[in-house]
T-cell receptor, first 114, second 119 residues
């Protein structure tokens, strides 16, 4: 079983609609959580960090559920430019001298259609 | 606008040849990561450094891969000898390497990648 799992999609979303998807992680000691966006043949770019209380950035809302060990991303009022692959990133338990292991999910593809 | 830079952007080589990829992290960042991305495996962490010291290279095939940071502005990843299965996009990322209760400064910033094809 992979440490970070995502539904690969694709999620086909009409422009203006809302889409949400989850990412599950297996290491209960994980401390940091992120969503990255990756466009085709480009590098991953930070979309948002995921705080324990949940956070919102414009049309994007991220939530963390430690009890069930998943994070979610919700995109409201989808734009054509939101079409991308969304990578879930979890940073595992950190020792005093180490960052811990960053684990990337395989990504969820979102396709926003006109 | 500070960015991670990587060279070369594209590399085509023949099996058995040495390949060297270079990365310039964002100035002031103390942690550098090397990743490999393929369609089949997704994004895999190969190695990472903090303050130029290797912290973890367990994701890297030791017999043919090596990673170094000769100085704070340069990280290198070498493959010798290269094999067709090494064909992938290799990303370098850098970060600040600390986190507080208020901030997530362990955010990573990725370079544009080196697209390697080994024939």
């Amino acid at each position: 079983r992979k440490e970070v799992e995502q539904d690969p999609g694709p999620f086909n979303v009409p422009e203006g609609a809302t889409v949400a998807f989850n990412c599950t992680y297996s290491n209960s000691a994980s401390q940091s959580f992120f969503w990255y966006r990756q466009d085709c043949r480009k590098e991953p770019k930070l979309l948002m960090s995921v705080y324990s209380s949940g956070n919102e950035d414009g049309r994007f809302t991220a939530q963390l559920n430690r009890a069930s060990q998943y994070i979610s991303l919700l995109i409201r009022d989808s734009k054509l430019s939101d079409s991308a692959t969304y990578l879930c990133v979890v940073n595992g338990e950190r020792t005093t001298d180490s960052w811990g292991k960053f684990q990337f999910g395989a990504g969820t593809q979102v396709v926003v259609t006109p | 606008d500070a960015r991670v830079t990587q060279t070369p952007r594209h590399k085509v080589t023949e099996m058995g040849q040495e390949v060297t990829m270079r990365c310039q992290p964002i100035l002031g960042h103390n942690t550098v990561f090397w990743y490999r991305q393929t369609m089949m495996q997704g994004l895999e962490l190969l190695a990472y450094f903090r303050n130029r010291a290797p912290l973890d290279d367990s994701g890297m095939p030791k017999d043919r891969f090596s990673a170094e940071m000769p100085d704070a502005t340069l990280a290198t990843l070498k493959i010798q000898p290269s094999e067709p299965r090494d064909s992938a996009v290799y990303f370098c990322a850098s970060g600040l390497g600390r986190r507080t209760a208020q901030t997530h400064t362990d955010t990573q910033y990725f370079g544009p990648g080196t697209r390697l094809t080994v024939l």
